[in-house]
């Protein structure tokens, strides 16, 4: 936009140009950025946001960790059997603020063995329901809430864009089957 004015001095026009002001077009993508040790629906969140399978494969790899591969293998290997009934879970979602009395499945992902086939065939059948509803009252609800959709493999359900491709790709080192 130019603007003509007259100078004092001369008498003559002098024309001042304002320049123009371009803004960048940003676009709106999902941050990689998570707190350090994120629980698992912290990951799986950030990775169900993003647009693209690369960029899901991307969030899984950059916040591997022993607990979300557990999880996932659970969920998406037929051979990873579950022994616990399907159905909705009867226990108490533990609310109190995050942070004061929560596990997480960071760290009680090295009990998930007792609730599948050929982990600890050994235990009743009460008894290992009764741990299962145990640490679903001390984990995160969100965490709960994955945990009870993993023992009968409905992940997809709450994180579509998670998938076994998108799980294969991200860990290809992980050999389906073999449970």
Sequence with gaps: MATTTT???????EIKVTPKVTTKKTTITASTKLPPNPFV???????NKQKTIAKRVEVL???????LVSIL????????ISLLPEGVVPYE?????IGTDHTSLRKEYTNLYHFV???NDSLSAIRRETMFIQMLEGLHPQ?????TLVKDGGLERQYPRITKGVVDTAFPDIIWGSR
Excluded: C, M, S
């Excluded at 100078?7 to 026009?13: F, K, M, N």
């Excluded at 293998?73 to 990873?80: G, K, L, M, P, V």
């Design 7 to 13: 100078t004092a001095l001369e008498g003559t026009p």
């Design 41 to 47: 629906f912290e990951v799986l969140e950030l990775a």
């Design 61 to 67: 790899q950059q916040h591997r960790y022993d607990g």
């Design 73 to 80: 293998i659970w969920n998406f290997d037929e051979a990873a």
């Design 93 to 97: 979602r533990n609310e109190v603020p």
């Design 117 to 119: 086939k050929g982990g």
């Design 143 to 147: 965490e709960a809430d994955i945990l």
